[in-house]
T-cell receptor, first 114, second 121 residues
Framework: DSGVTQTPKHLITATGQRVTLRCSPR?????VYWYQQSLDQGLQFLIQ???????AKGNILERFSAQQFPDLHSELNLSSLELGDSALYFC?????????????FGSGTQLSVL | AQKITQTQPGMFVQEKEAVTLDCTYD???????LFWYKQPSSGEMIFLIY??????QNATEGRYSLNFQKARKSANLVISASQLGDSAMYFC??????????????????FGQGTILTVHP
């Protein structure tokens, strides 16, 4: 158990809908990362937060948004969902977000858009 | 831009033998970190080993070692004495360094496409 909690584990929804994925980092970790894993794109970095502030941005679509709350949990919001958004979404955390820190990953949320 | 290349889509190894999973990288960052993660069929991502670009010695973690050749920009993972439970997808990843005005260094983790390792009894 990595200590990173993601909910829900599975999500099935329809095109055009909006969903929220939730992540609780390991106790003491200030930095949260979101990744998307799909068969054709592999593991893609979406966004990183550190202590409530956006730190780095990757290939995140405009239809997607995220935030990190004062209690350090994070939410990834996906709107106007398309079939291609079906993927495994990972949250990861590290202590400060320093370059040499290993990331601890949650077990992921499997999103299926029908 | 950072790039990680894993050229072996799949690898097979006999139980108790050693196996090397290849990883090459490309970056213009003077300082970076290299990671290996394991993803079993259950889906979670498990950290295996880390190597810093300025580390003089190759990293080792139990049965895992990282063969770091900086001039060749390679960071191969060596698994000794393979076990059936080692069957999984293995990802090489790299993290560049961005230092902000406050002195905090950070960077996104860029992953390779992965190598599926199958351990035969």
């Amino acid at each position: 158990d990595s200590g990173v909690t993601q909910t829900p584990k599975h999500l099935i929804t329809a095109t055009g809908q909006r969903v929220t994925l939730r992540c609780s980092p390991r106790s003491g970790d200030l930095s949260v990362y979101w990744y998307q894993q799909s068969l054709d794109q592999g593991l893609q970095f979406l966004i990183q937060y550190y202590n409530g502030e956006e730190r780095a941005k990757g290939n995140i679509l405009e239809r997607f948004s995220a935030q990190q709350f004062p209690d350090l949990h994070s939410e990834l919001n996906l709107s106007s969902l398309e079939l291609g958004d079906s993927a495994l979404y990972f949250c990861a955390s590290s202590v400060r977000g320093a370059a040499n820190e290993k990331l601890f990953f949650g077990s992921g949320t499997q999103l299926s858009v029908l | 831009a950072q790039k990680i290349t894993q050229t072996q889509p799949g690898m097979f190894v006999q139980e108790k033998e050693a196996v090397t999973l290849d990883c090459t990288y490309d970056t213009s960052d003077p300082s970076y970190g290299l990671f290996w993660y394991k993803q079993p069929s259950s889906g979670e991502m498990i950290f295996l080993i880390y190597q810093g670009s300025y580390d003089q010695q190759n990293a080792t973690e139990g049965r895992y070692s990282l063969n770091f050749q900086k001039a060749r920009k390679s960071a191969n993972l060596v698994i000794s004495a393979s076990q059936l439970g080692d069957s999984a997808m293995y990802f090489c990843a790299m993290r560049g360094v961005i230092t902000n005005a406050g002195g905090t260094s950070y960077g996104k983790l860029t992953f390779g496409q992965g190598t599926i390792l199958t351990v035969h009894p």
